[in-house]
């Protein structure tokens, strides 16, 4: 999607692995989401970042960390993945007012 | 507790006629809602939104109506076209808060029937 890329698209990975999942935008937009997607509950925030070096949990944030030491990159970790964390993970970006624009987000299975 | 609901999971209609999907929340805090679309390999993308001030807000064939008191919006398409078939998120968030995180709806898929 134009301004804001996600990778990888798609990963496998096994229980127990470390994780690191990239969102590089190009708009120099203050804030930055990730969301995961799961069958009936929508997307949930997972962490969010309202500037470099500045970051606050979500509501699913157990098991996840992130980091942003430039405005246009935003990386969520899994220290060591577990199979609850097979989801689609979507990132977003957002600059003052407007609406939230997502990213086409990483397909992640953890076996 | 989920603060925002999609009630029905799923929505079939022919196309041409209308299509209505309902949210409800329980956040009294909620002030801005939106509708977000979204196709399957994609992100989602905004549809429309409505402020708390408003209880209708029309864009082209898509109509939000709010109602406060009752803490439910719902969205109209009408004529729904083919291309309208996908999941649609109702998403609220507190503007005051900080980050004015969204906070999203389980979704509703709809499919327009040719």
């Known amino acids: 999607d134009a301004g804001i890329t996600q990778s990888p698209r798609h990963k496998v990975t096994e229980t127990g692995t470390p994780v690191t999942l990239r969102c590089h935008q190009t708009e120099n937009h203050r804030y930055m989401y990730w969301y995961r997607q799961d069958p009936g509950h929508g997307l949930r925030l997972i962490h969010y970042s309202y500037g470099v070096k500045d970051t606050d949990k979500g509501e699913v944030s157990d098991g996840y960390s992130v980091s942003r030491s430039k405005t246009e990159d935003f990386l969520l970790t899994l220290e060591s993945a577990t199979s609850s964390q097979t989801s689609v993970y979507f990132c977003a970006i957002r600059e003052g007012d407007s609406p939230l624009h997502f990213g086409n987000g990483t397909r992640l299975t953890v076996t | 507790d989920q603060q925002v609901k999609q009630n029905s999971p799923s929505l079939s209609v022919q196309e041409g006629r209308i299509s209505i999907l309902n949210c409800d929340y329980t956040?009294?805090?909620?002030?801005?809602f939106l509708w977000y679309k979204k196709y399957p390999a994609e992100g989602p993308t905004f549809l429309i939104s409505?402020?708390?001030?408003?209880d209708k807000n029309e864009d082209g064939r898509f109509t939000v109506f709010l109602n406060k008191s009752a803490k439910h919006l719902s969205l109209h398409i009408v004529p729904s076209q083919p291309g309208d078939s996908a999941v649609y998120f109702c998403?609220?968030?507190?503007?005051?808060?900080?980050?004015?995180?969204?906070?999203f709806g389980g979704g509703t898929r709809v499919l327009v029937k040719p």
């Open positions: 956040n009294s805090m909620f002030d801005y």
């Open positions: 998403a609220a968030s507190a503007q005051s808060a900080a980050g004015n995180k969204l906070t």
């Open positions: 409505i402020s708390s001030i408003k």
